[in-house]
């Protein structure tokens, strides 16, 4: 049923001149699910506060609440909890009170919140961050009802809900060249966790969090692990982690941890890069990094300054990011592209022996071409820990054994292999170790060479190609602009 209704609000977004793809879709459902899911929440409080015999104060006036505007219900006998037409606002008229009215009532809890990590703070940023684009009023109310169709009462609904609205992201993800941004597959992600064994007490941290899929489904990992009331509150308040930059990821991020079960998720709309990691202190630092940072970018000279290694590309800002802000003994998962393992620039250079220096990189992780759909690049899963040097790294290369496409992507299946051999990093046709005294020191090329199988050919995608070239003639044109200021 749920998945059915969440195709035919696809449909009517589909018809609508506000909409124009994926991406409109899965953020304009989530608002809409959200403020859904937060009326049953304040439901369910209020009547536990009444058989608790105490008083519940609404986050919403009761103008604003869903079951006011948006789902106004029938009374009497045979209602059935069927929405009353007559009531509910539809056409101009809810289109007005949702753009003029709602949304700035919304956007205020920012302002009137009383911290950041409040339920309130996360209303107000997520509905600063977005706007209405359902043209139609007569549009924006067929979505309202069947929104309202959707209940989240029962674990089993809020398991398949959760379940149908990743399917949403992964479909946001494949929909172009920068699915990568909001998809990481479940099963690559899920092995990550398999290995760094994240624990109940422990801060878990992406800066690069996107659709949050790294923290929920570490959540996942430890929910059958919270024996006690404790435990529970640890999970909710005190685990888990983000940042995130472009305003579209970080409401999807929200409403994807909601729905996994996570009430006031601790993700903050910011560009980490934007950060000096010199600011960074011990209280900011956590015991376990989980991320797939973005590739391919080239970020300004003023971002720049606030690392030690200066470099455009992002991924490589991020990499130093996450080990200044992992603990001592702390635990990292990182995906990044496999020319991380063996570029010449200084930057590459640089970040690989400060990797291998402040931390022991125990296992990479090969992963083939097409683990990431609508990505054209090769990637390595880098597995470390912080405080101490690496002394041997242990390398497995995933070969499903298949092309893997859209129609045919990586599963869990094809990961159990390397999360059992990794346990005790032992030597197969696939995995080999280095040890870190045979690394070349004045490279330090890290490269992915099986000596089961003979050296890899990788082949790189023509986009990752045409990127190098734009970043070298950017390279080139740089000195040559220095030249003829010095002849000037």
């Given at each position: 049923m749920f998945e059915q209704t969440f195709k035919n609000i696809d449909d009517i977004l589909h018809k609508d001149a506000g909409c124009t793809s994926e991406l409109d879709y899965t953020e304009q459902s989530s608002w809409l699910l959200f403020l859904k899911y937060l009326d049953a929440l304040e439901a369910d409080k209020a009547t536990e506060a009444v058989l608790e015999g105490r008083d519940y104060q609404f986050i919403l006036s009761e103008p604003y609440r869903w079951?006011?505007?948006?789902?106004?219900?029938?009374?009497?006998?045979?209602?059935?909890?069927?929405?009353?037409?007559?009531?509910?606002?539809?056409?101009?008229?809810?289109?007005?009170?949702?753009?003029?009215?709602?949304?700035?009532?919304?956007?205020?809890?920012k302002q009137r919140?009383?911290?950041?990590?409040?339920?309130?703070?996360?209303?107000?940023?997520?509905?600063?961050?977005?706007?209405?684009k359902i043209q139609s009023g007569y549009n924006l109310r067929d979505v309202i009802d069947r929104i309202d169709e959707l209940r989240f009462g029962s674990q089993a609904q809020k398991h398949e809900l959760s379940h149908l609205y990743e399917a949403k992201i992964k479909n946001m993800g494949n929909a172009g060249r920068n699915g990568g941004e909001y998809y990481t597959p479940r099963p690559l992600i899920r092995a990550m966790i398999d290995v760094v064994q994240p624990q109940i007490?422990?801060?878990?941290?992406?800066?690069?969090?996107?659709?949050?899929?790294?923290?929920?489904?570490?959540?996942?990992?430890?929910s059958p692990k919270a024996t006690k009331a404790d435990d529970l509150e640890t999970l909710q308040k005190r685990t888990f982690y983000g940042k995130e930059?472009?305003?579209?990821?970080?409401?999807?991020?929200?409403?994807?941890?909601?729905?996994?079960?996570?009430?006031?998720?601790?993700?903050?709309?910011?560009?980490?890069?934007g950060e000096n990691i010199n600011d960074i202190q011990e209280r900011d630092r956590f015991d376990v990094i989980l991320a797939n940072p973005p590739f391919g970018g080239k970020e300004r000279k003023e971002v720049q300054q606030n690392f030690p290694i200066k470099t455009g590309e992002t991924a490589f800002l991020f990499m130093q990011h996450f080990i200044k802000s992992l603990r001592a003994g702390g635990r990292a998962a990182v995906v990044i592209k496999n020319t991380f393992?063996?570029?010449?620039?200084?930057?590459?250079?640089?970040?690989?022996?400060?990797?291998?220096?402040?931390?022991?990189?125990?296992?990479?992780?090969?992963?083939?071409?097409?683990?990431?759909?609508?990505?054209?690049?090769?990637?390595?899963?880098?597995?470390?820990?912080?405080?101490?040097?690496?002394?041997?790294?242990?390398?497995?290369?995933?070969?499903?054994?298949?092309?893997?496409?859209?129609t045919n992507p990586l599963n869990?299946?094809?990961?159990?292999?390397?999360?059992?051999?990794?346990?005790?990093?032992?030597?197969?046709?696939?995995?080999?170790?280095?040890?870190?005294?045979?690394?070349?020191?004045?490279?330090?090329?890290?490269?992915?060479?099986?000596?089961?199988?003979?050296?890899?050919?990788?082949?790189?995608?023509?986009?990752?190609?045409?990127?190098?070239?734009?970043?070298?003639?950017?390279?080139?044109?740089?000195?040559?602009?220095?030249?003829?200021?010095?002849?000037?």
């Open positions: 079951s006011a505007w948006a789902a106004p219900k029938m009374s009497g006998q045979g209602a059935d909890g069927k929405i009353d037409h007559n009531a509910a606002l539809t056409g101009d008229d809810l289109k007005a009170f949702v753009n003029a009215k709602l949304f700035p009532y919304l956007a205020g809890f919140a009383s911290g950041p990590q409040t339920i309130k703070y996360k209303i107000g940023e997520v509905f600063s961050e977005i706007t209405n007490g422990e801060r878990i941290y992406d800066a690069a969090c996107g659709s949050a899929g790294f923290l929920c489904e570490a959540f996942a990992y430890l930059k472009k305003s579209l990821a970080y409401v999807i991020g929200i409403m994807n941890m909601i729905l996994h079960g996570i009430e006031a998720p601790n993700i903050v709309h910011t560009n980490t890069l393992l063996s570029n010449t620039d200084n930057a590459s250079v640089a970040l690989r022996k400060q990797l291998l220096t402040d931390c022991n990189l125990h296992t990479v992780l090969d992963c083939p071409g097409g683990t990431f759909q609508g990505a054209g690049v090769k990637t390595v899963v880098l597995f470390f820990t912080k405080g101490e040097p690496t002394r041997q790294t242990w390398f497995y290369q995933l070969d499903p054994g298949r092309n893997m496409g859209k869990d299946a094809d990961l159990v292999e390397f999360v059992q051999l990794q346990k005790t990093f032992a030597d197969s046709p696939k995995s080999w170790s280095v040890n870190a005294d045979s690394v070349n020191l004045d490279t330090f090329d890290l490269s992915v060479k099986n000596p089961n199988g003979g050296e890899e050919v990788v082949h790189r995608s023509p986009a990752d190609i045409l990127d190098e070239i734009a970043a070298l003639d950017a390279e080139a044109a740089e000195v040559l602009g220095n030249i003829r200021g010095l002849l000037a």
